[in-house]
């Protein structure tokens, strides 16, 4: 019985852990099976039967793949200027001293607190106020979008920061190196992570975003405006493709990742 007991308590923590990571993932699973789906109607929610059918034709639904591309551009842009601009403010904000810096922490935070709803409808008032109620698209939705992944991308690479031993770099400079050269070679090759984990952050923020781009689209449609639209319709299977393709697309990323650390841990130091 203690035996027995003392088998349990150590797996217990494994067990707990595997059995949420498949709770996470069943839906995942789903969209995978769907996406093979012989799907008999647009409402038909069941797994009718395999077919490759979904694959081939992931454009057939009108308008499917114009939401996909913009989605994806929009993201690309919002994670460039996100980024980088959460960099600049990461580095102001964990590097230097000045006046108004725990209010700047604080004004930082506020966005990731605020309901998405309240931050969309402030936007499209900005707009609206700016003369810009009859052009709002593909600049609005992309102003919105820089706007609130700017938060998360800063939280992410200060965090990073925070973690960095200066000491590293205090050991180059003793080395003659100079400020450019101890920040090319050893501060951004340290915090290059975080900028990569805030910019794959940005990416799915902005990606998946659907309160604060319905407010602010006008009448452009994104890839989760498509999917709210033809869930009224019903869900065509090739958007169960495009789920796909975009977790394997991220899991590759991720898997990619940990591989070139391991490389890189097992290289000789020195």
Same mark, same amino acid.
């Given at each position: 019985?203690?035996?027995?007991?003392?088998?349990?308590?150590?797996?217990?923590?494994?067990?707990?852990? +595997?059995?949420?990571?498949?709770?996470?993932?069943?839906?995942?699973?789903?969209?995978?099976?769907?996406?093979?789906?012989?799907?008999?109607?647009?409402?038909?929610?069941?797994?009718?039967?395999?077919?490759?059918?979904?694959?081939?034709?992931?454009?057939?639904?009108?308008?499917?793949?114009?939401?996909?591309?913009?989605?994806?551009?929009?993201?690309?842009?919002?994670?460039?200027?996100?980024?980088?601009?959460?960099?600049?403010?990461?580095?102001?904000?964990?590097?230097?001293?000045?006046?108004?810096?725990?209010?700047?922490? +604080?004004?930082?935070?506020? !966005?990731?607190?605020? !309901?998405?709803?309240?931050?969309?409808?402030?936007?499209?008032?900005?707009?609206?106020?700016?003369?810009?109620?009859?052009?709002?698209?593909?600049?609005?939705?992309?102003? *919105?979008?820089?706007?609130?992944?700017?938060?998360?991308?800063?939280?992410?690479?200060?965090?990073?920061?925070?973690?960095?031993?200066?000491?590293?770099?205090?050991?180059?400079?003793?080395?003659?190196?100079?400020?450019?050269?101890?920040?090319?070679?050893?501060?951004?090759?340290?915090?290059?992570?975080?900028?990569?984990?805030?910019?794959?952050?940005? =990416?799915?923020?902005?990606?998946?975003?659907?309160?604060?781009?319905?407010?602010?689209?006008?009448?452009?449609?994104? =890839?989760?405006?498509?999917?709210?639209? *033809?869930?009224?319709?019903?869900?065509?299977?090739?958007?169960?493709?495009?789920?796909?393709?975009?977790?394997? *697309?991220?899991?590759?990323?991720?898997?990619?990742?940990?591989?070139?650390?391991?490389?890189?841990?097992?290289? !000789?130091?020195?």
């Amino acid at each position: 019985m203690t035996r027995l007991g003392r088998c349990l308590s150590d797996h217990l923590v494994l067990g707990i852990g +595997v059995l949420v990571l498949l709770y996470l993932l069943t839906p995942v699973f789903v969209v995978v099976l769907m996406s093979f789906n012989d799907q008999a109607s647009r409402i038909s929610y069941q797994f009718d039967g395999f077919t490759l059918d979904n694959w081939r034709s992931p454009c057939e639904p009108n308008g499917l793949c114009e939401s996909v591309s913009l989605s994806i551009r929009i993201a690309l842009l919002a994670t460039l200027a996100a980024t980088g601009l959460a960099t600049l403010m990461a580095f102001a904000l964990a590097r230097h001293r000045f006046r108004g810096r725990a209010g700047v922490n +604080v004004l930082t935070f506020l !966005p990731m607190a605020s !309901p998405e709803i309240v931050m969309g409808s402030s936007l499209l008032a900005l707009f609206v106020t700016a003369g810009m109620a009859g052009s709002l698209g593909f600049w609005t939705i992309l102003v *919105a979008h820089i706007l609130f992944c700017l938060s998360f991308a800063v939280v992410t690479i200060k965090a990073r920061l925070a973690g960095l031993d200066p000491r590293l770099e205090q050991a180059a400079m003793d080395l003659y190196a100079n400020e450019w050269q101890t920040f090319r070679k050893v501060t951004l090759p340290l915090v290059f992570p975080g900028i990569l984990a805030a910019a794959l952050l940005s =990416f799915s923020l902005s990606f998946d975003d659907f309160i604060i781009t319905n407010l602010n689209a006008g009448q452009e449609v994104t =890839f989760p405006m498509y999917v709210w639209g *033809a869930a009224q319709r019903g869900v065509p299977p090739q958007i169960n493709v495009v789920g796909t393709i975009m977790f394997f *697309a991220a899991l590759s990323l991720v898997v990619i990742g940990e591989l070139n650390n391991r490389r890189r841990s097992r290289l !000789p130091k020195g």
